[in-house]
Protein backbone atom coordinates (compact mmCIF):
# COMPACT_ATOMS: atom_id res chain seq x y z
CA UNK A 1 0.00 0.00 0.00
CA UNK A 2 1.74 3.49 -0.95
CA UNK A 3 1.51 5.73 1.73
CA UNK A 4 1.02 9.45 0.85
CA UNK A 5 3.25 12.44 1.87
CA UNK A 6 0.94 14.53 2.64
CA UNK A 7 3.93 17.33 2.53
CA UNK A 8 4.22 16.99 -1.28
CA UNK A 9 0.53 17.84 -2.03
CA UNK A 10 -2.17 20.47 -1.28
CA UNK A 11 -5.89 20.32 -1.70
CA UNK A 12 -7.87 22.23 -4.01
CA UNK A 13 -11.39 23.80 -3.82
CA UNK A 14 -12.96 20.37 -4.57
CA UNK A 15 -10.96 18.25 -1.33
CA UNK A 16 -8.82 17.10 -3.83
CA UNK A 17 -4.57 16.02 -3.14
CA UNK A 18 -2.69 18.10 -5.87
CA UNK A 19 0.99 17.54 -6.18
CA UNK A 20 3.08 20.71 -4.99
CA UNK A 21 5.11 20.83 -8.29
CA UNK A 22 1.89 20.64 -10.10
CA UNK A 23 0.78 24.26 -8.52
CA UNK A 24 1.96 27.57 -10.37
CA UNK A 25 4.09 29.79 -8.41
CA UNK A 26 1.55 32.16 -8.78
CA UNK A 27 -1.16 29.48 -6.73
CA UNK A 28 1.74 28.64 -4.10
CA UNK A 29 2.52 32.60 -3.93
CA UNK A 30 -1.19 33.42 -3.26
CA UNK A 31 -1.92 30.42 -1.26
CA UNK A 32 0.87 31.44 1.39
CA UNK A 33 -0.10 35.37 1.22
CA UNK A 34 -3.79 34.72 2.39
CA UNK A 35 -2.71 32.10 5.39
CA UNK A 36 -0.18 34.71 6.59
CA UNK A 37 -2.55 37.61 6.56
CA UNK A 38 -5.73 35.23 7.45
CA UNK A 39 -3.57 33.72 10.69
CA UNK A 40 -2.68 37.64 11.73
CA UNK A 41 -6.38 38.36 11.57
CA UNK A 42 -6.95 35.07 14.09
CA UNK A 43 -4.24 36.58 16.33
CA UNK A 44 -5.53 40.10 16.18
CA UNK A 45 -9.13 38.74 17.11
CA UNK A 46 -7.70 36.54 20.09
CA UNK A 47 -6.13 39.25 21.66
CA UNK A 48 -9.02 41.78 20.99
CA UNK A 49 -11.52 39.22 22.75
CA UNK A 50 -8.90 39.33 25.31
CA UNK A 51 -8.72 43.13 25.70
CA UNK A 52 -12.77 42.85 25.81
CA UNK A 53 -13.35 40.08 28.48
CA UNK A 54 -10.30 42.27 30.91
CA UNK A 55 -12.15 45.51 30.31
CA UNK A 56 -15.32 44.41 31.12
CA UNK A 57 -13.99 42.26 34.37
CA UNK A 58 -12.18 45.64 35.54
CA UNK A 59 -15.43 47.58 35.13
CA UNK A 60 -17.34 45.27 36.67
CA UNK A 61 -15.01 45.48 40.03
CA UNK A 62 -15.05 49.33 39.80
CA UNK A 63 -19.06 48.92 40.02
CA UNK A 64 -18.19 46.34 43.28
CA UNK A 65 -16.34 49.11 44.35
CA UNK A 66 -19.17 51.61 44.18
CA UNK A 67 -21.79 48.97 45.38
CA UNK A 68 -19.57 47.84 48.60
CA UNK A 69 -19.23 51.88 49.40
CA UNK A 70 -23.16 52.14 49.86
CA UNK A 71 -22.89 48.40 51.61
CA UNK A 72 -24.62 46.72 49.02
CA UNK A 73 -23.54 43.77 46.61
CA UNK A 74 -23.60 44.10 42.93
CA UNK A 75 -26.38 42.70 41.02
CA UNK A 76 -25.83 41.76 37.10
CA UNK A 77 -25.19 45.32 34.60
CA UNK A 78 -29.38 45.77 33.54
CA UNK A 79 -28.88 49.05 31.91
CA UNK A 80 -26.68 51.49 30.81
CA UNK A 81 -23.31 52.68 33.31
CA UNK A 82 -20.43 55.46 32.66
CA UNK A 83 -17.30 55.96 33.73
CA UNK A 84 -16.30 59.02 33.29
CA UNK A 85 -12.56 60.75 33.55
CA UNK A 86 -12.35 63.56 35.85
CA UNK A 87 -12.83 66.52 32.95
CA UNK A 88 -15.20 64.29 31.24
CA UNK A 89 -12.85 64.34 28.44
CA UNK A 90 -12.68 60.29 27.95
CA UNK A 91 -15.11 57.82 28.80
CA UNK A 92 -16.09 54.19 29.31
CA UNK A 93 -20.21 53.12 28.78
CA UNK A 94 -21.24 49.62 29.38
CA UNK A 95 -25.16 49.42 27.76
CA UNK A 96 -27.32 46.42 27.66
CA UNK A 97 -29.49 45.69 24.76
CA UNK A 98 -32.64 43.62 24.78
CA UNK A 99 -33.99 42.39 21.79
CA UNK A 100 -37.94 41.19 22.55
CA UNK A 101 -40.07 38.70 20.86
CA UNK A 102 -43.76 37.80 21.48
CA UNK A 103 -45.21 34.50 22.87
CA UNK A 104 -48.45 32.98 21.90
CA UNK A 105 -50.68 35.72 23.78
CA UNK A 106 -50.17 37.71 20.99
CA UNK A 107 -52.62 35.67 18.62
CA UNK A 108 -55.35 36.41 21.41
CA UNK A 109 -54.59 39.90 20.85
CA UNK A 110 -54.66 39.65 17.20
CA UNK A 111 -57.66 38.34 17.42
CA UNK A 112 -59.25 40.94 19.89
CA UNK A 113 -57.95 43.59 17.80
CA UNK A 114 -59.80 41.93 14.93
CA UNK A 115 -63.05 41.66 16.58
CA UNK A 116 -62.57 45.71 17.72
CA UNK A 117 -61.82 46.65 13.98
CA UNK A 118 -64.31 44.86 12.46
CA UNK A 119 -67.07 46.38 14.79
CA UNK A 120 -65.54 50.01 14.47
CA UNK A 121 -64.41 49.96 10.70
CA UNK A 122 -68.38 49.73 9.75
CA UNK A 123 -68.18 54.03 10.88
CA UNK A 124 -65.42 56.36 10.95
CA UNK A 125 -62.83 54.31 12.16
CA UNK A 126 -61.30 53.42 8.98
CA UNK A 127 -57.69 55.10 9.74
CA UNK A 128 -57.71 52.66 13.35
CA UNK A 129 -58.17 49.72 10.90
CA UNK A 130 -55.09 50.85 8.73
CA UNK A 131 -52.88 51.24 11.74
CA UNK A 132 -53.95 47.71 13.46
CA UNK A 133 -53.41 46.04 10.04
CA UNK A 134 -50.09 47.72 9.99
CA UNK A 135 -48.69 46.84 13.18
CA UNK A 136 -49.05 43.01 12.17
CA UNK A 137 -47.31 43.02 8.82
CA UNK A 138 -44.23 40.79 8.89
CA UNK A 139 -41.46 42.09 6.87
CA UNK A 140 -38.94 40.71 4.52
CA UNK A 141 -37.47 37.90 7.00
CA UNK A 142 -41.06 37.42 8.00
CA UNK A 143 -40.52 38.75 11.30
CA UNK A 144 -43.07 40.49 12.94
CA UNK A 145 -42.01 45.08 13.97
CA UNK A 146 -41.91 44.99 17.67
CA UNK A 147 -42.28 48.84 17.73
CA UNK A 148 -45.19 48.99 15.28
CA UNK A 149 -47.32 46.70 17.96
CA UNK A 150 -46.15 48.03 21.06
CA UNK A 151 -47.16 51.46 19.74
CA UNK A 152 -50.61 50.34 19.93
CA UNK A 153 -50.53 50.83 23.38
CA UNK A 154 -50.23 54.81 23.16
CA UNK A 155 -53.86 54.48 21.87
CA UNK A 156 -56.39 55.43 25.10
CA UNK A 157 -59.51 53.07 24.16
CA UNK A 158 -61.85 52.05 26.41
CA UNK A 159 -63.33 49.05 25.31
CA UNK A 160 -63.22 45.75 27.30
CA UNK A 161 -61.61 44.09 24.37
CA UNK A 162 -59.40 46.73 23.56
CA UNK A 163 -58.09 46.65 26.80
CA UNK A 164 -57.54 42.66 26.95
CA UNK A 165 -55.67 43.20 23.83
CA UNK A 166 -53.18 45.25 25.33
CA UNK A 167 -53.19 43.06 28.67
CA UNK A 168 -52.40 40.37 25.93
CA UNK A 169 -49.27 42.10 24.45
CA UNK A 170 -47.76 42.92 27.78
CA UNK A 171 -47.75 39.41 28.43
CA UNK A 172 -46.59 38.53 25.58
CA UNK A 173 -43.30 39.88 25.09
CA UNK A 174 -40.46 38.35 26.00
CA UNK A 175 -36.71 38.95 26.48
CA UNK A 176 -34.91 36.31 23.16
CA UNK A 177 -31.50 37.77 23.65
CA UNK A 178 -29.76 40.64 25.47
CA UNK A 179 -26.16 41.56 24.57
CA UNK A 180 -23.89 43.55 26.58
CA UNK A 181 -21.92 46.26 24.71
CA UNK A 182 -18.74 48.26 26.12
CA UNK A 183 -17.82 51.46 24.20
CA UNK A 184 -14.57 53.78 24.69
CA UNK A 185 -15.48 57.38 23.89
CA UNK A 186 -13.13 60.36 23.65
CA UNK A 187 -13.62 64.33 22.95
CA UNK A 188 -12.54 65.25 19.45
CA UNK A 189 -11.05 68.56 18.91
CA UNK A 190 -14.54 70.05 18.82
CA UNK A 191 -15.10 69.03 22.44
CA UNK A 192 -17.63 66.12 20.99
CA UNK A 193 -17.45 62.87 22.41
CA UNK A 194 -16.80 60.09 19.43
CA UNK A 195 -16.19 56.62 19.89
CA UNK A 196 -12.85 54.98 19.59
CA UNK A 197 -13.15 52.36 16.55
CA UNK A 198 -13.16 48.90 18.26
CA UNK A 199 -14.96 46.26 16.03
CA UNK A 200 -15.73 44.28 19.39
CA UNK A 201 -19.52 43.79 19.19
CA UNK A 202 -19.08 40.98 17.15
CA UNK A 203 -16.52 39.22 19.64
Known amino acids: MTTINQDEYMKDRKGRLVPI ?3 SDYDLAMDSFVREQVAAAKAKNAELSEF ?10 WLDLVAEKFGR ?5 KGNVTFPTFDGSQQITIRVQETLTFGPELQIA ?3 FDECVTDWSKGANANLQAIVTDAFQVDKEGQL ?3 RILSLRRVKIQDERWIKAMDAISESLQVAM ?8 EKDKSGKLVNIPLDIAAI
Open 178 to 185: SKTYINFR
Open 73 to 77: TRGGA
Open 145 to 147: NTG
Open 52 to 61: KDRAFNECYA
Open 21 to 23: NQI
Open 110 to 112: KEL
